[in-house]
């Protein structure tokens, strides 16, 4: 375990497509990070799963990297952020929500499988350096951030909240 | 320079209760994505997005206010969410680039 009280700043920033795709056969979606300048919108079939392309819109990637002691976390696993407005009861976003108080505000983490079929989200080393980094930036005294991975949302399609995401004009299909 | 100030100063027009933060610093983005890895805390964020998930993005970095190009004007639910964050939400009706040199010129860079 690192001893390094670590100040995170972003590294390889990368700007990109954030592509989403749902399954036709169980509901499920997927997403992924794309560069390509025409991105991939063809049906395939993946196993079980048969993906159709959604949507796409820009958005933009980024590892973190400790400027004390090297250490990068790489956030690959990260798909997107999203400020939560969740008030049941029953998700555990929502209770951390309120247990923080009004100057706490939660954003949850999307990893790129919303079925977390194999039970894995965004990395707990990734939430943490998340935290962190964001926590370390605020200059508003009483202010504090809590970053959640997806997983932890009672349902991710009912989850309430405000996606950090530049839909509309920005999409390119 | 605090927020106040700096709206006096360009001839911004207020659009809600805000806290009064020492500048230290501008964005200019319309894009949410790249406010997160551009934008920093304490900072006057220059755009024409008006978009709730503005705010989402604005208050992760701990921007200290908002000014809207163009005469845009928010929703009164950004509005609402921009109250309880704290930022402040400004309008003028220069595009960006004239607003930027504004800014140049009272020097707030």
């Known amino acids: 375990m690192s001893t390094c009280s670590h100040k995170w700043s972003m590294v390889n920033i990368r700007s990109g497509y954030l592509v989403v795709e749902g399954c036709r056969h169980c509901k499920a979606r997927s997403s992924f990070f794309s560069t390509e300048t025409v991105l991939p919108v063809d049906d395939y079939q993946d196993g079980e799963h048969y993906w159709t392309y959604l949507s796409s819109f820009q958005a933009v990637k980024f590892d973190l990297a400790c400027d004390a002691c090297g250490e990068v976390v790489n956030l690959d696993d990260m798909m997107g952020l999203m400020l939560s407005t969740c008030r049941n009861p029953d998700c555990e976003v929502a209770r951390l929500a309120t247990q923080g108080g009004r100057r706490t505000w939660v954003y949850v983490a999307f990893c790129a499988d919303s079925t977390h079929a194999t039970g894995k989200c965004v990395s707990a080393a990734g939430i943490q350096a998340l935290t962190e980094y964001f926590n370390g930036n605020i200059k508003d005294p009483g202010k504090k951030v809590i970053v959640a991975p997806c997983i932890k949302c009672k349902s991710i399609d009912t989850c309430a909240g405000i996606v950090i995401a530049d839909t509309g004009l920005t999409e390119i299909y | ?109």
């Open chain 2, 1 to 109: 320079m605090r927020v106040s100030e700096l709206a006096e100063k360009t001839g911004l027009t207020s659009l809600n209760e805000h806290n009064d933060k020492q500048v230290e610093g501008v964005y200019i983005s319309d894009m949410v994505s790249d406010i997160i890895t551009g934008a920093k805390a304490n900072g006057i964020l220059v755009t024409l997005q008006t978009h709730k998930s503005l705010i989402a993005a604005a208050n992760l970095v701990d921007v200290a206010a908002i000014v809207f190009v163009r005469g845009k004007k928010p929703a009164d639910d950004v509005v609402e969410l921009a109250n309880k964050t704290g930022i402040g939400l400004f309008v003028t009706d220069m595009d960006t680039w004239s607003f930027a040199t504004k800014l140049n010129e009272i020097g707030v860079k």
